[in-house]
Every structure is written in C-alpha cells, then in structure tokens.
C-alpha cells in the first residue's frame, strides 16, 4: 500500500441560520407595490427613517449605492412593506427579503382604523416595526472556517482508480460544479423582447441583449462575438471574446 497525501479544502459557510444580522445594508423601494406613485403618503421615507434610527445602513433604491453592495448584491436586504389593509382598517407587515428574493425576517402586523391614509399608513408602519426594534439589529460580518484533513492509505487499487502515478503524489480536491454554483452572486434580470431577453442589473442598466436560437437554453449576446447558455439551474456562463480573448463569465438570472 502506498500513502497518498490528499488534501482536502473544505470552506464551510459558519452561522446558526440566517438574521438580518448577516446583511450589512438595507434596501427601501421608493415605490411599494399597491401604491399608485412613489414615497406615497411618505411610506418609504418613514420605514427608511426608522430603520435608520435603529442602526440599519439604508438606501433608497434610486440611490448611488456603495461599491461592495454594487458588486455584491446579496450584501443587502430588501425591506418590503405587506399592505394588507382593508375597508375599514390598515394593516401593514415589513418583511425583509434577501438578493433571491427569500423572506429572511418579518415583523408582527400593525394597524390603524384611523380614516385619513397617510396618518394611518404611518400609525400601522410605527407598530409593525415595534417587533424589529427587538431585533437590536448589529451588522455581524460571515466568517468561514478553513479545514484540512490528515493522511489518508489509499490502495493500489485506488490509486489505478484515480490515475495516480508517482509516489507521494499531492491531490488537490477541487469543488464540484454545484458547489462553485452555490457562491454566485452575480445578479441579472430578464425582460422578454421581440429579439429573445434583455438582462439588466440592479443599477439598472443593460447588461446583455440576448437573440433567440434554434436550441433550447441557449441564445446569442448581440454585438458581441459569443453566446449565453445555461449551466445549472438559475446559473447562466456567458462566453465571448473581449480584445481577441475568451471571456467566460457566470451569472444567477431571474426570468
């Protein structure tokens, strides 16, 4: 039997389970759904305000936002505010979601029978937010841990296996394709056209324009000399050539 070295990086993400304390920023639309124009009885800019007052590091999202939250989308929350007011009573819920659009905290329910809207928008927004208050919301940044593994015997048999040829032979374990997948933060957003797509980011701006093809999952990038086609799941590989050399690159993509 000959002793191989094998060298496992295994890069673990460390935390008990997801809170607002993992997101380092929070995100306010100006414009919530239900609403007819933007800030509207001045919903945004109370929800901003007293996230703010509470240690949040907010944004509108017509703001110039900072560069590692431009980069890294997934750095932010997004606060939603859930208008399930009726007739007679408002009734409001701020949900945080995350950058796949996944509700990571949601607060208690706040109303108002008050009848004049802007003072019973924010009666209801100022209750609902007496449970995130509770939070004590502190930015707590990822860690990851780094583990490597002991010597392991490898057979000869294993070893024709794996191809190994010299004694001694160092091996290093490389992730697979679905767990290079999982840390994509890389962000489009599809908008059907005549032609095919047009991806978009969160600036936003036009990021790909993309022109139908006979095969399935697959698309040309106009006005550049290559292709878009999927890998796995939401995950997309653009390839084209950039100065005569090939770029590939990887992208979630939400249609």
Known sequence: MKKILLLLFIT????????VNDYKYVIVPKQYNGFKKADQYQTSSLIKFLLKKNNFNVFFDDESLPADLVSDRCKALTADL??????FVTKVQIRFKDCFNKEVYSSKFGKSKLKEYKKAYHKAIRE????IKQLNYKYVPK?????????IEVSTE???NYNL????????VKQTSDELYTNITNVLYAQPK?????????VPEVVFKLLKTNRENSFIIKDKNGTFSKKSGDVWSAEYYENDKLVTKLFRVKF
């Open 194 to 202: 005549d032609y095919g797509y047009q991806l978009i980011n969160d």
């Open 82 to 87: 859930f208008n399930d007011s009726g007739i």
């Open 12 to 19: 673990t993400s460390v935390f008990a389970q997801k809170s």
């Open 143 to 151: 860690t990851t841990e780094t583990i490597v593994t002991k010597n």
């Open 158 to 160: 294993r070893e024709r």
């Open 165 to 172: 040829q010299k004694e001694d032979k160092v091996v290093e």
């Open 128 to 131: 609902a937010f007496n449970s």
